[in-house]
Nanobody
Framework: QVQLVESGGGLVQAGGSLRLSCAAS????????MAWFRQAPGKEREFVAG????????RYADAVKGRFTMSRDNAKNTVYLQMNSLKSEDSAVYYC??????????????????WGQGTQVTASS
């Protein structure tokens, strides 16, 4: 059972930056594909970014390409999401997720077995 704890959310002005972190309890962290999802009120949970097990491949949603950067540190069992040039439409609860079984970097939420509790990100215009 993997436990994921996100941190780093908050309120910023549009155009600002935030860095999210997700710490995992699992010693075999490097065997998990990791991803960030977000969910705004009244909307479905959507894929933001995902990292292969060793962090060599990173996949981004079109909406965040060029603004967000995902990275992982397997020695610290932690993934990060650096968010720059935030827009009001980026406001959502951001979730960290882990997948052990699939190949590649799935974009469907149902592919991920473990989830954090979420952290709120609000970019005010």
């Amino acid at each position: 059972q993997v436990q994921l704890v996100e941190s780093g959310g908050g309120l910023v002005q549009a155009g600002g930056s935030l860095r999210l972190s997700c710490a995992a309890s699992e010693r075999t962290f490097s065997t998990y594909v990791m991803a960030w999802f977000r969910q705004a009120p009244g909307k479905e949970r959507e894929f933001v970014a995902g990292s292969s097990r060793r962090g060599i491949s990173i996949r981004y949603a079109d909406a965040v390409k060029g603004r967000f950067t995902m990275s992982r540190d397997n020695a610290k069992n932690t993934v990060y999401l650096q968010m720059n040039s935030l827009k009001s439409e980026d406001s959502a609860v951001y979730y960290c997720a882990a997948d052990r079984d699939n190949t590649g970097i799935p974009v469907a939420a149902v592919a991920y077995e473990y989830w954090g509790q979420g952290t709120q990100v609000t970019a005010s215009s």
